[in-house]
């Protein structure tokens, strides 16, 4: 570790340096901050199998939820509410809920992979069965009645002939349930459901749209000073000299930090780190060890092979292709690699005092997050305290944790309470990565048009058996870290048809280029990209309608009624060639399906293309969408969910794809990673189906597993071309019609 | 150098020592408002948008220096949850908001957009609203929200 400032001897002691630096015009107050620090945190349960762990209910009868699963801008804080509150037949406006903090909310696991709902919403419902299960056995016991003959409303336990009743408050408010959460305590029939199903309206848009919202990026602590990051100029370079002489002029300016190849400043105001991140001067090593993006897929295809997985494996699909007289289609499809693109870059606030550090961040983990930064700092998880509070979109594990460990580094360091904002380039030049996926396709057709065999293969990093993504700081700092994990991106894969004879095989490849994670709907698009274009193809090849094709190939009721739903909501009409238009600009149609990791969310879509055939541009003009994740908890949510599916994996499908040379990223701003503006918006039609009885499944990734696929069968509709590489760039359209 | 300026109808100064200081650091640090939100400092997606004399503009790259005298209006200032402008009624009316960082940005634009066409077609919206970025993907709602906005404004 160095640290330099103005006038300031290296080897001088922190807290002497950022007294003494002669660049200093703030004065410390020692220790900083305010409260909430990680040893004031209340003593509360966290444990996920009791049900203090998730409600409690004060003397007012207001209830408390604690939530490990967090709003990533999706409307989960009001979903978890409207569940919560119908559970326990209180009003909603009576309830709060608490999300992603390690000293108050149970951890439910990462928010990602559409399970916010689906587990932990599930878990908070059964949290609230349990309670109110228990509050009636109270109120039973206690006046000697049948349980039966009790009911709830609005928080108060009554008899159902009518009379006195009894409210939480009464009950329990202000004290400990002390209870197990019971797995089995009854729910709630849905049809007494009176929030649940409902479009609650968004609990946080009233104070977002006037400016009252406090994100992540408005958070402040008293005493707080500003870092920002300096980073390699080429991605694995190392340090090899700095100096902040023209920084020390800047007013404002701390100092700098270095630790190995980790570099940042500090100021006294945000805009005085910004410039003085400008002002240090750096030299770096040469370093070009990333492959030739020209020939990114020959590079995948040589990259050494740690194993094979076969994902689904049906029959015996090396005889069927065997088969003679039998036509082998054949097809390779890949799939660029992609930045998360929050709109606000990551930012985190972090406090270190007494051997205690609190971090304040929009993290998707925080109690993940806890347990990473204690092991890059050398600290006990329980000395770590993770808050989340809600930033800009995070559609995967972005840069937020990597923030928020720059943040924790440097609260360490100073010992002051420090915000760390990452700057544009940061986030698009340095947040993880959705790794480039390639995939190779073969199936056997009959001689009487019958598909016999379907082998696909995935090429994809190789999973640590932690799930994790190494935090940058670690990284570039040479601290402990764990090896990055790129999400479950095997799945969907497997397919939903019933095909006689298939084989889906992943090979885990030894690397990638860039540190990878989980990007909405991971491996999953990519899969389904995949696997939904080749059935297009096998369709075509056997001249039948794509739509009947899939039917034709499902055995599975929910399935079929979901497209059959789609065909009406889109008006699909049966065919068995491509639609024919002149001109230069050409309309098509193309159908896509999912069973969401053949275990859950089904959605079909229908998309609606225009090609230029002069300039090779795409345009969606509109999706239809059928869905059916079980029971709705919110439909308007669902709604805004699904649009949101649509739209940004339009974006993802034509316009997206990480610029980089052998050095590092060079797409880090919005001209070079440019994404859908509002003139290339489609239009969404959208069929909810609701099932009240069933088990709610997730809703923030299943539409885009289906969105790339539509739109490449569309455009073979309009064209007679495929397009079989993500992004659908113009000059990639040109060249597929000419081949058409 | 202390620099004064009219905030949301009430006098304000901010002291700096650069007056190049982007306005949105003033905005924010400064004076502590929540409205504007740095999202790329180049000017690039719109959610710094703030109204400087009427005219929407990045406050990302505008120099605090060119506020000096002159009439700032943040998302704070055109309403309250209380009292919503139009605007903001329409944006909870339709619920056209997912993580809402973009928000302030397609609220401060569309106002400028509303005061010179009070019934502006879908495509005009989309066409005024086209370098303000998205990445949730709540255009069509945003759209609806400001079409709507400009109805209940006529």
Redesign the interface.
Known sequence: MTIRASRCATNESRRGFLKTGGALIVTFAAGGGGKADAQAAPAKTVAVDQVDGFLAIDAKGRVTVYSGKVD????VRTAIAQIAAEELSVPLERVTVIQGDTALTPDQGITFASLSIQNGGMQIRQAAASARDALLSQVATGQGVAKEALTVKDGIVVPKSGGKGWSYAELVGGRDFQLKLDPKAPLKDPKDYTLVGTPV??L????????????M??FKRKGMIHARVIRPRAMKATLQAWNDFEARKI??YIGTIRKGNYLAVLGR???AAI?ASQAVETTWSDWQGLPDKAKLWDYVRKVKINRDEDLQKIGDSAQAMKTPNAKIVSATYDFAIHTH?????SCAVAEYKDGKLTCWSASQQTHLLRKQLANMLGMQPEDVRGIYI??????GRNGHEDAAADAALLAKETGLPVRV?W??QDEHGWDPKGPPTLHDYRAAISDKGIVLGWESEVFVPDRPKDIAVTLLPADLAGMPREDAHPGNIHQSLAIPYTIPNIKATAHWLAETPFRPSWIRTPGRMQNTFANESFVDELAAAVGMDPLDFRLRNLNDPRGVELLQRLAKLANWPSRTGRVQSAGDVVKGRGVSYVKYELVRTYVGVVADVEVDKKTGKVTVKKFYVAHDCGQIINP??LK?QI??????TT?RTLLEELRFDRSRVTSV???SYP?L???D?P??AIDLIDRPTEKPWGAGEPTTAVVPSAIANAIFDATGARLRSVPFTPDKVMAALQKA | MKLAFNLNGRPASVSTDDPQMPLLYALRDDLGLHGPLFGCGLGQCGSCTVHLDGKAVRSCSVPVSAAAGKKVVTLEGLGTPARPHPLQQAFIDEQAVQCGYCINGMIMQAAALLQTNRHPTEQQIRAALAENLCRCGTHLRIVRAVKRAGDAMA
Request: proline share 8%; glycine share 16%.
């Open positions: 990533l801008g999706t409307g309206p968004r946080d848009i009233p104070d977002k749209v006037t400016g009252r919202f406090t994100y990026h408005d007013p404002g105001s945000e805009w410039k693109g929050s709109i606000g870059p809600e930033g800009s979109g995070c559609y904002q700057m544009r308007d949510g805004n649009e949101g599916n649509v739209v940004q974006s701003d919005w001209v994404i503006k509002f003139p918006v239009e969404v």
